[in-house]
Each structure stands twice: as C-alpha cells, then as structure tokens.
C-alpha cells in the first residue's frame, strides 16, 4: 500500500450556489493527490508525458458525505493498494480534521500518444514494486 | 422512464494539456442535462431552491469511452428510471454523433435549508409521478 | 466591424457561494463568443491549432455590472473592430435580455508551435479584410 | 502597502489543450491571493460574510507574460497600495522563481446582502488603517 497526504485549501471559486463546495471539484483535488503519490516514489507525471506516455482517467466515482466549505483546510488522502498492471487504481479520502466529506476513487491507464494501451515504462513499474514492497514489510508509508 | 436530450459544445477551457476534455469537466455536463430533464417534466429548479429545497449530489460516477475534443457538438442524454422517494437516481450518456463517449451516474436526496433529508414537495413528487406513467403507457418521451 | 452572438445557459457549477457566477466564469463565455465570432465568418479555430497556429490570450479586462445567476438565459456579442495585424482585439457584452451584466476585452497575437510571435495564415488575414469590409459598406453583420 | 505571498501549484485540471494554464484559472490565484492578504492582516473574509458583507469583484483585468504550466510551483504576490474607502483595488503578480509570468488587478466594492454598496464595518477599515500605517513607517511587511 501506498499513501500519499495532500493539503488543500478551499478556494471561493470552488463553491457554488449551495454554500458549499460543487462536487465536481473535488475531482481536481484528487487529482492533486495523485500527483503527489507519483512525485512521493519518484515519479513526476510531467516526465511521463514528456517521455510519451498519458494516464487518463477511464473511470471515477466519489461519494460525498458532508459538504467541504470556502477556506477550509483539508487533506486528500490517496492510496494505492495493488501494484498497478496495464491499469491503475487510486482511492482517495478528504478529510477536515477529523471528519471524513467524501471519498472517492479512480482507474487509470497508461496509453501511448497514438492513444494505445501500453505496458508503463520499466522504471516506473520498477518504483511501483519497491514501494509496495516496502509497505509490505510493514513499513509504514509517507508518515 | 424520462429522458431528456440536452446540446453542448465543448469549450476550450474544458481541455487540457491531453488535448481532450479534463475528466471532471463532463460533471456539469450531467448537471446542465438534469436541469433540463427536470425542466421538460416542469421543474424548473431554480424554483426548488427559492421553495427551500436543495437537491444535491450524494454520490457520483463516471466512465470515458472516447475523449471529447473542443468545439465537438455533444449530446447528453439524461435518464430517470425510477420514482424517486427520497433519493434519485440519473444515468447519463454523452454522444458525439452515433459514438458514445461517456456514461454516468448520479445520486441525489432533497434536503431543507437546515440540510436535512426530507421528502420532496408534494407537486414535485406528482410530476414524477405522471411523467413515468406516461412513459409507461407507452409514449415517447422528449421525441 | 464584425458581431457575433452567442447564447449561454448559467450552470450550477458556473456559481460561487455569493449565489451569482463566478467573476472568472464569464472568461469562458468570451471564449465560445471568438469561436462563434471566428467561425461566423469562416474560420475553425480548431483548423487553425491544426494548422499550428495558436491565439492565445495576452490580456484580458471585464468589468460586472449586474451579476447573473443559475440558469439564466444569456447572449454574449463578440465585436472586431479593427482589422487584425499582429494582435487581435476583441470586445464582449454579456446581456440577460435587455440588462447589460457585463463588458469585456481580450487581446491575442498569433503564435507558432514554438510560441514565437507569427503573422496569421494568408487565408485568415483574407477572411478578416472581406467581411471587415462587408461592414463599411454598411450590411448589418450576423443579424 | 500591505503585501501578501501565496504559494500555487499548477494543477492539470487547470491546463488547456495549449499545454499551458488557461488563462482565465490565473483569477482564482488572484482570489487566494486576496483571501490570503485579508487574513494576514486579521480579517477573514469567511467571518466578512458571516457578518452580512459581500466583497465581490467589480473589475478584473490580467496580461499574461509567460506562460504557466502543469505541476509548476508558483507564487502570487497580492499588493494593496491605498487605503481602501468604499471601492478595494488590489495588484497581483505571478512568478516562477524570478520569472514574472504574469500580472493583475481587481476592484472590489462591500456590499451588503441587499446587494447596495456600503462602507465597510468599523474594525475590518481599522485593520486596513493600522497594516497601511505600519507600512509607511518602513517596516516590511509580510516577510
């Protein structure tokens, strides 16, 4: 298991009418945190478009269980579980402190410039295997 | 069953640096397609909010098919199954032309100002009410 | 003088917690006026990018008069003054009927894929100088 | 003057198919730069509205110099050079590193939630009076 912890800051911009957050930003947030998981075991995803390869999201869903308001402080808590094959899949969890608004989840996979599905590059599959591995000898990941 | 056929172009803020539509930028796809689905049965929600009601989203999700590009004339299409109680349930659909480039799900509750699950207002109910009966009677809805 | 109207629809998503849109929302609307206003008189600015042209926003100002809300039904106009040599100016009224909601201007310069500041295709600085002068001689543009 | 630091990481959703930030995701930048400067000098702007003010945008404008990209970590700097009366003008910068990538201003009025333009309440122009003070007293602010 890998896990990666990303502070956001609730913009006014991310609100709407209802007074609180529209929910199709939080989309953008877990975004952020898959960022961030990638960069946490060496992998920065602008190397990757840069070498050619693309990780589009092929499916997303998310539940939301309290609203998240204008410059609230949270966390977006991304994990991945299963070392990642030909597709990716990332959970994420935001939170307010304590309390959980919404979780959320997301499958990737990795496609060429001409739009293929392809095998990730060697070096990346390699990190993917480190970290799981390490988090399967009971390390504990990204305290 | 009430289906709703709503246009949209794509706009160029809605891409990104894959040169396609960013993943959660379809989300108020389905949104403007459930204002107009509860507009052709004579819900204009607008009028929900002014009455106290809010109707958000609980639960939401999302598959890509096809990447939509700028300017792309799209269709969504926006499906209500069931009678809603207190939850209701839309499935969506986004064509360009005959392709299906995405399909979505959302779920949603009425709530009162205090943000409280509560039953949606009598004439509200009635309206679903009779538009899935004519459905079932075997018109055609929205032709 | 070349005008383009373009309607818009308010979304939900385009809210702010104010109850009216987002400022920044109404740079969108811009943006589906040039398209409209481009493709009127004959240019895709898809086929442009193709082509490997970019018109990239160098400047923008709006000043906001009256705010505009969910599910307003609204008409952007799009006007070019002047005939484009290196820069683009482009003016935009936002109107919800008769209401004036607000006013902007957007500045552009053709660039290459390299991002070096280019002059515009022959064919496109053609199409400008004929329906440019299509107004001189006093027809009413896009009625 | 009082002067505000933000630190931005460029998300992808905030991308366009350029490659580059869309240039109207650089005005919630600009808004986190304000909420930012309002809360150094002890207003936040969440309490503002809780009291019944509204503080929304009358005027933007912004050139872009260079552009912004995916993952990019960037700072806005938020200057406000006058006494704020009835009408609050601020300056924003955006840098990557030493780069100036672009810069902006915004006028805003307080309102109250009749939407009438009104004199904001007493302690939020005493903080305004005292930060300005101290700035022209040569101290620096927001080190």
Redesign the interface.
Known sequence: MIVARTPV?V??????????V????Y??WF??GR?VLLKDIGI???DL?AAGF?L?????????LR?AR??DALEVTTVLRERPLVRIRLEYEVRRGDELLATGMTVHAFIDLQ?GIVRPPAWVTQRFAEKLNDGKRGQVPNP
């Open positions: 800051t913009r006014y911009a991310e609100t709407d009418m209802m007074g609180v529209y929910h199709a930003n989309l953008p975004e952020m960022t920065a995803y602008r478009e693309r589009p999201v092929l499916e997303v869903s998310a539940r939301y609203p204008y410059d739009g």
